[in-house]
């Protein structure tokens, strides 16, 4: 394709790069090494989250010199740019963890200020680490330029002793270490072979599960993010995206032709088919909201309530995402949800044809138990389950998958922190069949909604994941297991009834019907919120506080802007 037939009398670039006024800024282009014949063509961003904060970025700009060159090979400009990440694995278990949510809106943030300050035309996006990949898809739909997302790839397995592990079983040994199951030199062994190679986490935890929404959304090209980091296979699809985009410019295909309700539906059913992250259901109703969709948790949970567990991934099953790969990819796992009517067919992609027929040639894979049929499922039910009650009025969340028991009943336990908790269980002060409270750790409360991965496998390398139940209105981390109910709304910090418990409240959750209750009246309720009194945070300036006055209810997806559904203008038809 000739992208010199392009036009740019509707393009972003057209502000920069034509016309006699724009002599000075076409002197920046010269400067940088553009020749006249390139600042005429289309200007595509090529954004990544390379940092060297962790494995998940780090092969990050390698692959976007390679989606350069697919660029300009047909004949656009590329122009590279970085942004940030916050690792939840290293943010995980301290105050740090309170970046990681708000990183989301900065990625998002600062790519839509590149993007409009120099007037780039398309975007391709590259990231690896938990926020950062619905930041970039967020970026996407709010510009509404053409736009390809690129996963970084998920990380090899590590083996310790002859069998799998990643860095959730760092995390649950750090619990055996706390009782003694396991000495310093055997937790020494299993931290230095969790995590062998570039990419982020390899289980199905929140990287892996958004990695496959951005697949069965439409914003990645078939079997892309299925591909581990260091698979060299991974340049052909980066190169391919960077030709792809310079056609989807021509086509004028826009993420918001793709991004609609039935894809949004299409990505709910693969997070539930997966036993995915809960967090999915905090990104979904954010991507949603950036195309003026209103999609919320209630609207998740629907379809997680009638789509089956299919794929047998850890947390909760035997397999990692390099092996799902191995097995089919994500188009396995879509082709067998098509077939068996759990995905709309007619939604665009970036292929620039329809789900359904990027589906038409891919064959089942009968060699492989990763991934089952849709229906012969793990389970009839998804591996996440949305909760609401007296407890949570405005809903809940929790993963299901590999879980025997779903329910449960106990007196509760609060904590006002996550710190508070952690200091608990590591000293083992509490009793099973406790339902263990951390409040105020909300998106607004927090601020920044941490998740709760260090408690929770704490607890589980004691030996008690399934003897107690945890909630918070924080959020849990997607290699959380056990009865863990997070994204309790309202929160603690706007007068939430989850703030209102105190300790021994019994609690009763129920996953089978959907439901969380605590055994008050309404009228202790009310009697209560009449005593409750608002508390601060320690945060009162820099971002994190700018943050919290702005962030809304987990429910809607913690979004910190109106939307589309306010937009005036559109980036992409300035």
């Given at each position: 394709m000739d992208a010199k037939v392009i036009s740019k009398d509707k393009l972003p670039s057209r502000h920069v790069t034509v016309g006699p006024a724009r002599a000075p800024h076409r002197s920046y282009l010269y400067a940088m090494g553009l020749s006249a014949a390139e600042i005429a063509q289309p200007l595509v961003g090529v954004a990544s989250c390379w940092n060297e904060a962790a494995p998940c970025n780090i092969s990050l700009m390698r692959q976007a010199q390679v989606v350069k060159k697919g660029v300009a090979a047909a004949n656009g400009t590329p122009r590279e740019f970085c942004t940030i990440t916050v690792t939840d694995g290293i943010a995980m278990g301290h105050q740090g963890m309170k970046s990681s949510l708000v990183s989301r809106e900065v990625i998002a943030d600062s790519v839509e200020l590149t993007m409009r300050g120099h007037c780039y035309d398309a975007l391709v996006g590259l990231a690896g680490c938990d926020k950062s990949l619905p930041g970039m898809m967020m970026a996407m739909v709010r510009l509404n330029v053409p736009s390809i997302f690129i996963y970084g790839g998920s990380i090899l397995p590590g083996s310790y002793r002859g069998r799998q592990i990643t860095v959730q079983d760092v995390f649950e040994?750090?619990?055996?270490?706390?009782?003694?199951?396991?000495?310093?030199?055997?937790?020494?062994?299993?931290?230095?072979?969790?995590?062998?190679?570039?990419g982020s986490c390899g289980a199905q935890f929140t990287?892996?599960?958004?990695?496959?929404?951005?697949?069965?959304?439409?914003?990645?090209?078939?079997?892309?993010?299925?591909?581990?980091?260091?698979?060299?296979?991974?340049?052909?699809?980066?190169?391919?995206?960077?030709?792809?985009i310079m056609e989807l410019i021509a086509k004028n295909i826009r993420p918001r032709d793709i991004v609609t309700l039935k894809a949004l539906e299409n990505a709910a059913t693969v997070v539930s088919a997966?036993?995915?992250?809960?967090?999915?259901?905090?990104?979904?109703?954010?991507?949603?909201?950036?195309?003026?969709?209103?999609?919320?948790?209630?609207?998740?949970?629907?379809?997680?309530?009638?789509?089956?567990?299919?794929?047998?991934?850890?947390?909760?099953?035997?397999?990692?995402?390099?092996?799902?790969?191995?097995?089919?990819?994500?188009?396995?796992?879509?082709?067998?949800?098509?077939?068996?009517?759990?995905?709309?067919?007619?939604?665009?992609?970036?292929?620039?044809?329809?789900?359904?027929?990027?589906?038409?040639?891919?064959?089942?894979?009968?060699?492989?138990?990763?991934?089952?049929?849709?229906?012969?499922?793990?389970?009839?039910?998804?591996?996440?389950?949305?909760?609401?009650?007296?407890?949570?009025?405005?809903?809940?969340?929790?993963?299901?998958?590999?879980?025997?028991?779903?329910?449960?009943?106990?007196?509760?336990?609060?904590?006002?922190?996550?710190?508070?908790?952690?200091?608990?269980?590591?000293?083992?002060?509490?009793?099973?069949?406790?339902?263990?409270?951390?409040r105020y750790e909300g998106p607004r409360g927090g601020p920044g909604m941490r998740e709760m991965l260090s408690t929770t496998a704490a607890l589980y390398g004691q030996g008690m994941g399934g003897k107690v139940a945890l909630i918070t209105d924080g959020r849990f981390s997607g290699a959380t297991r056990g009865f863990c109910i997070g994204h309790v709304g309202p929160e603690a910090a706007v007068g939430g009834p989850i703030g209102l418990l105190r300790d021994g409240d019994v609690i009763s959750i129920d996953a089978v019907n959907g439901t969380i209750e605590v055994a008050l009246s309404d009228g202790e309720l009310v009697a209560r919120a009449k005593t409750w009194k608002a508390r601060t945070t320690d945060y009162q300036s820099g971002a994190i506080w700018k943050y919290a006055q702005t962030v809304g209810p987990a429910r809607d997806g913690a979004v910190t802007h109106p939307g589309g559904a306010k937009e005036t203008h559109c980036y992409a038809d300035i």
């Amino acid at each position: 394709m000739d992208a010199k037939v392009i036009s740019k009398d509707k393009l972003p670039s057209r502000h920069v790069t034509v016309g006699p006024a724009r002599a000075p800024h076409r002197s920046y282009l010269y400067a940088m090494g553009l020749s006249a014949a390139e600042i005429a063509q289309p200007l595509v961003g090529v954004a990544s989250c390379w940092n060297e904060a962790a494995p998940c970025n780090i092969s990050l700009m390698r692959q976007a010199q390679v989606v350069k060159k697919g660029v300009a090979a047909a004949n656009g400009t590329p122009r590279e740019f970085c942004t940030i990440t916050v690792t939840d694995g290293i943010a995980m278990g301290h105050q740090g963890m309170k970046s990681s949510l708000v990183s989301r809106e900065v990625i998002a943030d600062s790519v839509e200020l590149t993007m409009r300050g120099h007037c780039y035309d398309a975007l391709v996006g590259l990231a690896g680490c938990d926020k950062s990949l619905p930041g970039m898809m967020m970026a996407m739909v709010r510009l509404n330029v053409p736009s390809i997302f690129i996963y970084g790839g998920s990380i090899l397995p590590g083996s310790y002793r002859g069998r799998q592990i990643t860095v959730q079983d760092v995390f649950e040994a750090v619990g055996q270490h706390s009782v003694g199951a396991i000495g310093d030199s055997e937790l020494l062994e299993i931290e230095q072979a969790a995590c062998p190679s570039a990419g982020s986490c390899g289980a199905q935890f929140t990287a892996n599960t958004m990695a496959t929404v951005a697949e069965a959304i439409g914003l990645a090209l078939p079997y892309s993010c299925g591909a581990p980091a260091p698979y060299e296979m991974r340049d052909r699809f980066n190169f391919a995206s960077g030709e792809k985009i310079m056609e989807l410019i021509a086509k004028n295909i826009r993420p918001r032709d793709i991004v609609t309700l039935k894809a949004l539906e299409n990505a709910a059913t693969v997070v539930s088919a997966t036993g995915g992250s809960t967090n999915a259901a905090l990104h979904l109703p954010a991507i949603a909201h950036e195309a003026g969709i209103k999609f919320d948790l209630f609207d998740v949970a629907k379809i997680f309530e009638k789509t089956p567990y299919i794929a047998d991934l850890k947390p909760g099953g035997k397999y990692v995402a390099k092996d799902m790969f191995e097995a089919g990819g994500i188009p396995l796992l879509m082709k067998t949800l098509l077939d068996h009517g759990y995905l709309h067919g007619d939604c665009l992609t970036v292929t620039g044809r329809t789900l359904a027929e990027n589906m038409e040639h891919v064959a089942w894979n009968e060699h492989q138990d990763v991934v089952r049929p849709a229906n012969t499922p793990i389970t009839q039910t998804g591996g996440v389950v949305g909760l609401k009650g007296n407890l949570a009025p405005e809903g809940a969340i929790v993963k299901v998958a590999g879980m025997s028991e779903l329910k449960f009943s106990g007196p509760a336990r609060c904590f006002d922190s996550e710190e508070e908790c952690f200091e608990a269980v590591t000293k083992r002060n509490y009793r099973e069949g406790e339902v263990l409270v951390i409040r105020y750790e909300g998106p607004r409360g927090g601020p920044g909604m941490r998740e709760m991965l260090s408690t929770t496998a704490a607890l589980y390398g004691q030996g008690m994941g399934g003897k107690v139940a945890l909630i918070t209105d924080g959020r849990f981390s997607g290699a959380t297991r056990g009865f863990c109910i997070g994204h309790v709304g309202p929160e603690a910090a706007v007068g939430g009834p989850i703030g209102l418990l105190r300790d021994g409240d019994v609690i009763s959750i129920d996953a089978v019907n959907g439901t969380i209750e605590v055994a008050l009246s309404d009228g202790e309720l009310v009697a209560r919120a009449k005593t409750w009194k608002a508390r601060t945070t320690d945060y009162q300036s820099g971002a994190i506080w700018k943050y919290a006055q702005t962030v809304g209810p987990a429910r809607d997806g913690a979004v910190t802007h109106p939307g589309g559904a306010k937009e005036t203008h559109c980036y992409a038809d300035i």
